[in-house]
Nanobody, 125 residues
Framework: QVQLAESGGGLVQAGGSLRLSCAASGRTFNSYDAGWFRQAPGKEREFVAAVSWNGGRTAYADSVKGRFTISTDGAKNTVFLQMNSLKPEDTAVYYC??????????????????WGQGTQVTVSS
């Protein structure tokens, strides 16, 4: 079992930055690929970014490429999402998730077995 807890969300002006964290307990991210998804009001949850269990492979949604960076810490029990140049359309609840390792890292929601509760990110114009 893996328990995930997101933090770091908040209110920021367009063009600003936020760093989301996802802390894992129970088992470390050494055994899992990790991903970030988001869900805006009235929309379905969508893929944002993913990183492999060893940090060596990443994937990004086209809408965030060049602005967001996913990474893991040395102890492999926390995953980060650095979000720069934020836009109002980035406003959503952001979820962290863990998946059995795949090649390439999965970008599909159904590939993830464990989910956090989410953290709200609001970008004002």
């Amino acid at each position: 079992q893996v328990q995930l807890a997101e933090s770091g969300g908040g209110l920021v002006q367009a063009g600003g930055s936020l760093r989301l964290s996802c802390a894992a307990s129970g088992r470390t991210f050494n055994s899992y690929d990790a991903g970030w998804f988001r869900q805006a009001p009235g929309k379905e949850r969508e893929f944002v970014a993913a990183v492999s269990w060893n940090g060596g492979r990443t994937a990004y949604a086209d809408s965030v490429k060049g602005r967001f960076t996913i990474s893991t810490d040395g102890a492999k029990n926390t995953v980060f999402l650095q979000m720069n140049s934020l836009k109002p359309e980035d406003t959503a609840v952001y979820y962290c998730a863990a998946a059995p390792p795949t090649w390439p890292v999965t970008t599909r929601e159904r590939g993830y077995d464990y989910w956090g509760q989410g953290t709200q990110v609001t970008v004002s114009s």
